[in-house]
């Protein structure tokens, strides 16, 4: 009789990377369906081309490094960072956007640094970031949401696809017909222009707790979040944190002077905080460590995100937050390792 | 009772004990045994007996070497056949010094073996006489019990911790044991408290374990003495580990270079206790346990009674053989046990458990991906360690980090492996970074006390030249008043 | 313009300061700096680098008066950690004060042939041999550092340099 000695432990659980990423991907259809329910069947074509060019970069960066492709491939990571890039951006964006993002994030963001589980700074936000500064113009061509007031030309998937690929509308339409900023956009150039709260909630664009059609996406993102935490593939550190993070200055401030500053449920409605605070931030490779760390990163990068937004040059700050915020793991870790059984406090 | 903390991290597991619940059964004397010199923790026995020598069952064959060693027991009467080299299950089948005796098939008993009356004997003498049966911690780690007695009588207000939290998968004898011999183990706290003056004892068992834990209540019931109490413990791997028993039983911690008896805690095992209940009560000395044979490879997963020494391959024929192929043969439990090259090995004082494991028993361990730091690792950690990091710093060899992260304090329980969707050998990882770092640090102890030993002596001879000057000076002094 | 230019420069000034004055220790700071390299010697005590023990290496380390390439006992590790500590060139031990060690020795007293004449045990830096005056002598093995010194004072020569227990 021969047998092999493998070491102990001999149990192990049945969960995989792939596992962790399929479950995130589907944690995300919430969020798909309702973005499509209010801006149209862009997203999925933004979807489709980033995977494709995300898993054609990643096959190209494993053969220049000479690591197995199938077992790289499989594991979905590459897949999650393209769907959260397009999620970002908007649903007409010419092709061109998403195929260099996503493609800037998994070969410069991911593999150049060491590949899976070396990347101190998220590839998606990465990507998105490059993007929102390079072509600043592009990033802000959203869709008025499909709810009847708001939207006054409809677009046919036919349509939307010829403006994907060839950049440019359909004759009969202009992009000023076409296009309306995001909430967080509106509310930037009324409280610039001198409106106080009051008169800018009332602006047709804000239902009841944010902008309407967007408060929907952020609601399924959250839907989609909790599950995910009920499932245990992320922990409520880092969501809790980051949304107490952008509520709390938030509630100060509208306490404070209502008429110059949104309330926290408006902020926590509007943009990408449900999707960062679920989906972004919980990227578990440049998060913090402890469960400590991961409350700081949470918190700084929704106070980060609350100060770009209010007194920063962009609508929304979660992408550059993120990337803050990586940038301090090290620190954070240093300094929040957990005190271990026996040792002195 | 209720407990004073909650178990930190751990995992709940699916135990595989119903299939061995059925009661112990008696194994028949083997026809030879082998028995391994060094099968406790500590300095290797030193043989008695040579070859051709006659022996009688629970005659010692072989006495400890040093304050830390054990003696051994013949469990047969018989003839001694050899002194040699002969595979060894804790040394993974490798050779190790065992002496082999050819059973008579008598078992004639050792004369002078004889029941004493503990709760007369000084506890010193009781702690003396506990050695001289041979007893080890039966839970696994073989500590030779009166070591550590001796060195735990030294505190006052000692609290005694019975360990009948089976907490790993597919063991069951401590189960079986409590369920069917009760007595014994309230016999042996009664001997344990004695010898340590222990004016308090808990008996800890998981709470998955309702029988056991009404025989152990029955058996208190008719027990005169009130200091002895029954905690249930939650079904949680690794409740049993020692130091996590003592902080969820009294809130404390065992510092981390020290021992329990630095907080006044003494914690044995339920089949030590019954070893020892045996030695003191009827005189025959640890020359049989009781070892849960399970897994899906023999045909009645069962817990046998069976004579230390017994040849595995014969333990498991007489339970029916095997019943399929089987891909692993491991002693011990699926967390921390160690498998076997083959079954030609003894079962020794610290086998509380073979696993013949088919493939369908564990899922299947995936190609190794790099971490992701999903921090899954530190969330099960017993030791609120942070496994990623000391992953991090085991593969870049970086020996500071890995101290200062605790590398040292990792009870190599294996719950990090178990959830890690990366499918990393932590557990294995750590074992190998260990011996360097243990070198370092051994080295760095050596260095202090090599410098404070120096500047003594530094000071000792600046002392001495300082005093011899002062006498010269006085000499002087004295010579040039006289003048 | 001409203030913005002025601002760079002073805060250029400012930090330039901060970074490069403090090269100048106090008195505290280099009995600090003292400590931390004689933390990093292997304390053997042998006087290979010319010093009379590890502390007085250290100082005169701490002081620029000796090279890091010097303790044979500590090896290449040891030249490593005070390269990287003090910021100075890594280099190889300097054979001309001893060959470094490929194995722990401890020292060995053949006692039949000691003669009780203590020589020895007035020169161990570690206070590791044990005996008096006619007494017979022997080398508390786990307190033994290597450092050799007991070697050249022994009249009769019995004793010998034998590899280090392994420890358990």
Request: proline share 8%.
């Amino acid at each position: 009789m021969k047998l092999a000695t493998p070491p102990a432990p001999h149990e192990i659980a049945p969960n995989s990377v792939g596992r962790v990423m399929r479950l995130v991907i589907y944690a995300l259809v919430p969020a798909i369906v309702m973005h499509v329910v209010f801006l149209g069947p862009g997203l999925i074509v933004q979807i489709l081309l980033g995977v494709a060019t995300a898993l054609a970069t990643e096959a190209l960066a494993l053969q220049l490094r000479r690591q197995p492709l199938w077992r790289f491939l499989s594991d979905g990571t590459a897949i999650i960072t393209a769907m959260l890039i397009a999620l970002c951006l908007p649903p007409l964006a010419p092709w061109w956007l998403v195929v260099s993002g996503t493609a800037f994030a998994i070969l410069l963001a991911k593999h150049l640094f060491g590949g899976m589980g070396a990347n101190p700074f998220n590839p998606a936000m990465v990507g998105y970031a490059v993007l929102l500064v390079s072509f600043p113009a592009q990033l802000t061509q959203w869709l008025a949401p499909n709810i009847s007031g708001l939207q006054t030309v409809h677009l046919g998937f036919g349509d939307v696809l010829q403006t994907i690929f060839s950049g440019e509308l359909p004759a009969r339409l202009t992009w000023d017909a076409v296009t309306s900023p995001t909430p967080l956009a509106t509310l930037r150039t009324q409280l610039a222009l001198g409106q106080t709260m009051q008169e800018v909630r009332a602006n047709p664009v804000f239902g009841i707790l944010g902008g309407r059609g967007w408060e929907w996406i952020n609601f399924a993102t959250l839907v989609g979040g909790i599950w995910l935490l009920a499932m245990r593939i992320i922990r409520w550190q880092i969501p809790v944190a980051l949304l107490a993070g952008i509520a709390v200055p938030a509630g100060i401030l509208y306490a404070i002077d209502p008429g110059s500053y949104p309330g926290p449920i408006f902020h926590l409605t509007g943009g990408a905080a449900m999707l960062g605070a679920f989906f972004i931030a919980t990227d578990p490779v440049s998060a913090a460590t402890s469960d400590r760390g991961r409350l700081i990163y949470g918190a700084g990068i929704g106070v980060i995100t609350y100060v770009i937004r209010t007194w920063g040059g962009y609508p929304d700050g979660i992408a550059f937050a993120v990337l803050l915020m990586n940038a301090a793991v090290p620190l954070i870790d240093r300094f929040t390792v957990p005190r271990i059984y026996g040792h002195p406090p | 009772m209720l407990l004073h903390s909650h178990v930190r991290g751990g995992l709940q597991l699916v135990g595989h004990k119903r299939r061995s619940a059925a009661s112990v059964r008696i194994a028949a004397a083997p026809a030879e045994v082998i028995l391994a010199l060094d099968q406790h923790t500590g300095l290797p026995a030193i043989a008695l007996v040579k070859p051709g020598d006659a022996v009688a069952m629970g005659q010692p064959i072989a006495q400890p070497q040093s304050d830390i060693s054990a003696w051994v027991h013949s469990p047969i009467s018989g003839r001694v056949v050899a002194i040699e080299p002969r595979p060894a299950a804790h040394h993974r089948g490798e050779l190790a010094p065992s002496i082999v005796i050819a059973n008579d098939g008598e078992d004639r008993r050792h004369p002078a073996n004889a029941p004493v009356d503990f709760a007369s004997m000084d506890p010193l003498e009781l702690c003396e006489h506990i050695a001289r049966g041979g007893i080890v911690g039966l839970g696994g780690a073989t500590f030779p019990t009166a070591a550590k007695l001796l060195q735990a009588r030294a505190c006052a207000h000692i609290h005694l911790i019975l360990n009948g939290v089976e907490c790993e998968p597919w063991i069951s004898c401590d189960d079986l044991l409590m369920r069917e011999r009760a007595h014994d183990v309230i016999l042996g706290a009664h001997i344990l408290c004695r010898s340590l003056g222990a004016a308090k004892c808990t008996i800890a068992i998981e709470s998955d374990m309702p029988e056991a834990r009404s025989a152990v209540r029955a058996a208190l019931a008719s027990d005169t003495a009130s200091n002895i109490e029954v905690a249930s413990v939650p079904s949680i791997y690794p409740a049993g580990g020692e130091r996590q028993l003592i902080t969820t039983l009294t809130g404390q911690e065992v510092p981390a270079d020290g021992l329990p008896s630095d907080i006044g805690v003494v914690c044995q095992n339920v089949g030590t206790a019954a070893a020892i209940a045996r030695w003191i009560r009827d005189g025959e000395p640890l020359i049989r346990r009781i070892v849960t044979l399970t897994g899906s490879g023999v045909r009645e997963p069962v817990n046998v009674e069976v004579r230390i020494g017994t040849p595995l391959a014969q333990l498991i024929e007489d339970a029916g053989g095997y019943q399929q192929p089987i891909a692993e043969l491991i002693m011990g439990g699926s967390m921390m046990g160690k498998t076997l090259p083959h079954d030609g090995v003894p079962v020794t004082k610290g086998t509380n458990c073979v696993i013949a494991a088919t493939a369908a028993d564990f899922h299947e361990r995936g190609t190794e991906m790099p971490c992701i730091r999903c921090g899954n690792c530190a969330e099960a950690c017993p030791a609120s360690l942070l496994p990623q990091q000391l992953h991090w710093y085991a593969l870049g060899k970086d020996l500071d980090a890995l101290e200062s992260h605790g590398l040292l304090d990792c009870i190599e329980c294996g719950c990090c492996d178990y959830v890690c969707p990366s499918q990393i050998p932590l557990t294995q990882r750590f074992r190998d970074a260990k011996p360097a770092l243990l070198e370092t640090v051994d080295s760095r102890t050596r260095a202090n006390d090599a410098r404070l030993r120096f500047e003594s002596r530094e000071q000792r001879l600046t002392r001495l030249e300082a005093e011899r000057r002062a006498k010269l000076d006085e000499k002087r002094k004295a010579f040039k008043d006289a003048r | 313009m001409i203030l913005a230019l002025l601002v760079t420069a002073a805060l250029t000034a400012l930090l330039a300061a901060t970074l490069l004055l403090p090269a100048q220790l106090s008195a505290a700071g280099e009995a600090r700096l003292i400590e931390r390299i004689d933390a990093l010697l292997p304390q053997t005590q042998c006087g290979r680098c010319t010093f009379a023990g590890c502390k007085p290496y250290a100082t005169a380390l701490a002081r620029g008066e000796a090279d890091i390439n010097q303790c044979p006992p500590g090896g290449p590790s040891t030249m490593i950690a005070l390269a990287a500590l003090l910021k100075r060139d890594a280099r190889p031990v300097d054979p001309k004060f001893g060959v470094v060690p490929e194995v722990a020795t401890v020292a060995w007293i053949d006692e039949p042939a000691c003669i009780g004449c203590a020589k020895c045990i007035q020169v161990c830096p570690v206070d590791a041999i044990v005996g008096a005056s006619k007494f017979m002598h022997t080398v508390i093995a786990a307190q033994c550092t290597g450092c050799e010194l007991c070697i050249p004072p022994c009249p009769v020569d019995c004793i010998e340099m034998r590899p280090a227990a392994a420890r358990a």
